[in-house]
């Protein structure tokens, strides 16, 4: 087991900024991959951003390239997610995960360890 804990999320203004962390105590996180998702009322979890194990690779979904950005400091044993210029269509319940088996994923399929999640709500 990784024990995840999500912290930073809140309600922000829309065009305003957060971030996200993500820190497993009693694991080193350097040999997974690491994820963020996230999942708005009604709908289906899904994939935010991903970090390689050394943090040499990321993955965005086209909805958040170039607002976000996923980082890692594998010394702190810590993930985070920079949010800027956020939108309302943003605000969810952002959960980050750990992945053995990847380089980097985008499907939650391929995800072992989850947090509880950290709630985000923009408003307008």
């Known amino acids: 087991q990784v024990p995840l804990v999500e912290s930073g999320g809140g309600l922000v203004q829309a065009g305003g900024s957060l971030r996200l962390s993500c820190a497993a105590s009693g694991q080193t996180l350097s040999s997974y991959c690491m994820g963020w998702f996230r999942q708005a009322p009604g709908k289906e979890r899904e994939f935010v951003a991903a970090?390689?194990?050394?943090?040499?690779?990321?993955d965005y979904a086209d909805s958040v390239k170039g607002r976000f950005t996923i980082s890692r400091d594998n010394a702190k044993n810590t993930v985070y997610l920079q949010m800027n210029s956020l939108k309302p269509e943003d605000t969810a319940v952002y959960y980050c995960?750990?992945?053995?088996?990847?380089?980097?994923?985008?499907?939650?399929?391929?995800?072992?360890?989850w947090g509880q999640g950290t709630p985000v709500t923009v408003s307008s």
């Open positions: 970090i390689s194990g050394s943090g040499s690779g990321t």
């Open positions: 995960a750990a992945a053995q088996r990847a380089y980097l994923a985008v499907t939650t399929t391929w995800y072992d360890f």
